[in-house]
T-cell receptor
Framework: GAGVSQSPRYKVAKRGQDVALRCDPI?????LFWYQQALGQGPEFLTY????????KSGLPSDRFFAERPEGSVSTLKIQRTQQEDSAVYLC?????????????????FGSGTRLTVV | GDSVTQMEGPVTLSEEAFLTINCTYT??????LFWYVQYPGEGLQLLLK?????DKGSNKGFEATYRKETTSFHLEKGSVQVSDSAVYFC????????????FGAGTRLFVKA
């Protein structure tokens, strides 16, 4: 597609429920990132994929968070046993470049995000 | 650690006013610097970037100059329009320390007609 597509746009989950958030990046983009944006804050890095390889998951806040990109295109961020502190907008971004050259040379294209509310 | 600090908003201006949004950074390496913009209901978009000291990034009438001596990357526009109303994020990326970009908290700009 023309842009990065995320679904659902909004998700309300009961505390303890598992959720799965989908990201469909721009076709051909090698790099895919997940970010978490709390209300009134800037995005914070969660994880990075280069094709299907998860090269950096240092930002995942706990082992309840899991991300995959099995065929190097669509990615899913899964949160198990959701907690209220997980409430945030989850942003997916993709880029044509790889690694540091990604940010320097191309920048990211972000999706509109999934707003997760845990009640 | 590495961080980005930008001026708190909201910033409210009248159309055709001059805009400055301050941004300073702390980095252990030699970062690339960015401004992203988020229009209402849309995803973040790269507005401009600079990859080395004294570089000036520019786009859509916005400019920012990479100042290593003051560790700053202030965003400026000479004459804002109502359509510039958005949230602006300053960000940095390092060539060491993994693949992430570090964002500031964002500054909301309102432009009145």
């Amino acid at each position: 597609g023309a842009g990065v597509s995320q679904s659902p746009r909004y998700k309300v989950a009961k505390r303890g429920q598992d959720v799965a958030l989908r990201c469909d990046p721009i076709s051909g983009h090698v790099s895919l990132f997940w970010y978490q944006q709390a209300l009134g804050q800037g995005p914070e890095f969660l994880t990075y994929f280069q094709n299907e390889a998860q090269l950096d998951k240092s930002g995942l806040p706990s082992d309840r968070f899991f991300a995959e990109r099995p065929e190097g295109s669509v990615s899913t961020l899964k949160i198990q046993r959701t907690q209220q502190e997980d409430s945030a907008v989850y942003l997916c971004a993709s880029s044509l470049g790889q690694g540091f050259s990604t940010a320097s040379n191309y920048g990211y294209t972000f999706g509109s995000g999934t707003r997760l509310t845990v009640v | 650690g590495d961080s980005v600090t930008q001026m708190e908003g909201p910033v409210t201006l009248s159309e055709e006013a001059f805009l400055t949004i301050n941004c300073t950074y702390t980095a252990t390496g030699y970062p690339s610097l960015f401004w992203y913009v988020q229009y209402p209901g849309e995803g973040l978009q790269l507005l401009l970037k600079a990859t080395k000291a004294d570089d000036k990034g520019s786009n859509k009438g916005f400019e920012a100059t990479y100042r290593k001596e003051t560790t700053s990357f202030h965003l400026e526009k000479g004459s804002v329009q109502v359509s510039d109303s958005a949230v602006y994020f300053c960000a940095l990326s390092l060539n060491t320390g993994g693949f992430k970009t570090i964002f500031g908290a964002g500054t909301r700009l309102f432009v009145k007609a």
